[in-house]
């Protein structure tokens, strides 16, 4: 889990991967004259795999030979864009449904904590307890990290 947020912030920050979508949007949008689809803002990330097997006309190299081959004459600064990008290999073997059911339980977890919370500072009547305080204090900070984890 931890591999996949610090993935996750190594994507957002790397200004080469960046540009290098920046690259591939302009092919699209370069493929795309003339149809309804020219000059669009962003494309579906499951296109990437496409890259591949998307052939020129003499079926002979990929837009992904193409992007390469641009990427090594004309902006061969993003060649190494892969360095900015250490854990995205190792949060790759993350399960998405493990990650799913792993943020269910955190929910149901702080869920009751807030019902138990709430029944406890109902039913106490001392002053000096600070039980209810410290543990709201903890639910606070949970549910803070929780919501920022379903952001990512």
Excluded: W
Aim: glycine content about 4%.
């Amino acid at each position: 889990m931890v591999a996949a947020t610090v993935a996750c912030q190594e994507i957002r920050s790397s200004q080469k991967f960046c540009r290098i979508l920046e690259l591939i949007l302009l092919f699209g949008n370069i493929l795309n004259t003339g149809s309804r689809n020219e000059q669009s803002v962003g494309f579906d990330i499951s296109y990437l795999p496409k890259l591949g097997s998307t052939k020129d006309r003499n079926n002979k190299g990929s837009l992904m030979t193409f992007l390469v081959e641009i990427i090594e004459t004309s902006h061969p600064e993003l060649i190494n864009f892969h360095a900015d990008l250490l854990h995205v290999d190792e949060a790759s073997t993350v399960s998405v449904v493990n990650v799913q059911k792993v943020l269910r339980q955190i929910e149901n977890s702080l869920k009751m904590l807030e019902n138990d919370l709430k029944d406890t500072s109902e039913q106490n009547t001392d002053p000096n307890d600070k039980f209810t305080d410290s543990l709201g204090a903890f639910c606070t900070t949970a549910r803070t990290e929780y919501n920022q984890l379903l952001a990512m």
